[in-house]
């Protein structure tokens, strides 16, 4: 009896010793969170969307006669898809940057966050992103803020202005800041193209009909050469209002594919991208 009660607290020891060891691994494991909610960013991860500006600042001291900017959107959960197209991207050499146009995440957690940056920061050129709202679920929108920075901004590039505009309704639980883009609109007639990169088209289902007629209206009022979505998970481009304005939604990295657009002083182009 003896020895089968010392087996027994010999068993119960390895056991423990066994548990003990798998919760101290997935402690140190970065794919181990405790909580969907974890907004712990990595000091390394944080303002990445400021370094990035910097370094496209620092390339913008040449002058080109046209540019070229990848834009791709919705990649969601799907890493594997978002590699191939940064590996189809650098083997081009000849985009400027690249701009990821929403849903970054699919349920707005910190690992798709980090899952995320760590495919986009093997590019060659830098990337900024515009915030969806896929990205705002959970504790998304902190992790973004401290990723990426404001949610709202522009900069101009080779004399081209790029607005960059949240436009997430229900998600946000807010009303777009449409004052702040009419503002960045209103000095836009000095620049040779205006880009409006926004990650829900005016006719998605989050804009009423006064957001979506005033949305339109800025579009026309301002010139806007381009407004860039995603969204849809569908490649949309031409004047769908039928008013002259062009709106290009682009297909999800989902399913494989981005747009380039090249830009210079004649023309704006658009290039649907399959990989």
């Not at 010392?6 to 794919?31: E, H, Q, T």
């Not at 205006?194 to 010139?223: A, N, W």
Request: proline letters at 2%; aromatic letters at 16%.
């Amino acid at each position: 009896m003896l020895l089968g009660e010392n087996m027994k607290k010999i068993a119960r020891l390895v056991r423990l010793v066994l548990i003990l060891s798998i919760l101290g691994i997935l402690s140190k494991c970065d794919y181990f969170e405790y909580s969907p909610y974890a907004a712990d960013v990595k000091d390394s991860y944080k303002n990445t969307g400021e370094k990035n500006m910097n370094y496209l600042i620092t390339a913008d001291s040449v002058q080109k006669e046209e540019i070229k900017f990848a834009v791709i959107a919705d990649s969601h959960y799907k890493y594997h898809e978002l590699n191939e197209a940064v590996v189809n991207i650098n083997s081009r050499g000849d985009i400027d940057f690249v701009i990821a146009n929403g849903d970054i995440a699919d349920h707005g957690y910190l690992k798709e966050y980090e899952l995320f940056h760590g495919q986009m920061k093997k590019l060659k050129v830098p990337y900024l992103t515009v915030i969806g709202n896929h990205d705002y679920k959970s504790n998304g929108e902190v992790i973004y803020k401290q990723m990426y920075g404001e949610f709202n901004y522009s900069f101009t590039y080779n004399n081209n202005l790029f607005i960059l505009f949240d436009n997430v309704f229900w998600e946000s639980n807010k009303n777009p800041d449409f004052d702040w883009l009419e503002n960045e609109l209103n000095n836009s007639s000095k620049y040779e193209n205006v880009f409006v990169l926004c990650h829900i088209p005016p006719y998605g289902e989050q804009y009423d009909d006064k957001s979506e007629e005033r949305y339109i209206k800025m579009m026309t009022d301002y010139q806007v050469d381009l407004s860039i979505h995603g969204h849809i998970h569908r490649f949309e481009y031409g004047y769908y209002y039928g008013d002259g304005m062009n709106y290009l939604a682009v297909e999800s990295i989902m399913d494989k594919e981005y747009a380039i657009i090249t830009a210079n002083e004649y023309e704006v182009e658009v290039e649907q991208i399959k990989y």
